[in-house]
């Protein structure tokens, strides 16, 4: 699976963005967007189960002003990112899991393919 994230800039504090992600190649079972600010460790954000497009909601400090979605026709998953602040600052990663588990769980260490990532910087 080839991923390809787009949609990242510059926003000031209380702003939002759509992030894309746009899939190809062989087909996936689940499609995820992560984080990574400089220094700390990669975060979960979202993940969708491709199955029953169910969404789960990672315990990130983003929860609750992100919604994850994903349109099967344009095989592109979206991530609208809103109030922004400047902690959310991070290079966002869509990643996609090639096989087929019943255990997958909404961590890094479950996803086998990854997109280059896309910049998101909130400042003023």
């Known amino acids: 699976v080839q991923l390809q994230a787009s949609g990242g800039g510059l926003v000031q504090p209380g702003g939002s963005l759509r992030l894309s992600c746009t899939a190809s190649g062989q087909d996936y079972y689940a499609i995820a967007w992560f984080r990574q600010a400089p220094g700390k460790k990669r975060e979960a954000i979202s993940c969708?189960?491709?199955?029953?497009?169910?969404?789960?909601y990672a315990n990130s400090a983003a929860k609750g002003r992100v919604t994850a979605s994903r349109d099967n026709a344009k095989n592109t998953a979206y991530l609208d990112l809103n109030s922004l602040k400047p902690e959310d600052t991070a290079v966002y990663y869509c990643?996609?899991?090639?096989?087929?588990?019943?255990?997958?769980?909404?961590?890094?260490?479950?996803?086998?393919?990854w997109g280059q990532g896309t910049q998101v910087t909130v400042s003023s």
């Open positions: 969708i189960t491709v199955r029953d497009e169910s969404i789960e």
């Open positions: 990643a996609a899991r090639s096989y087929f588990t019943l255990f997958g769980a909404c961590v890094a260490e479950s996803f086998d393919e």
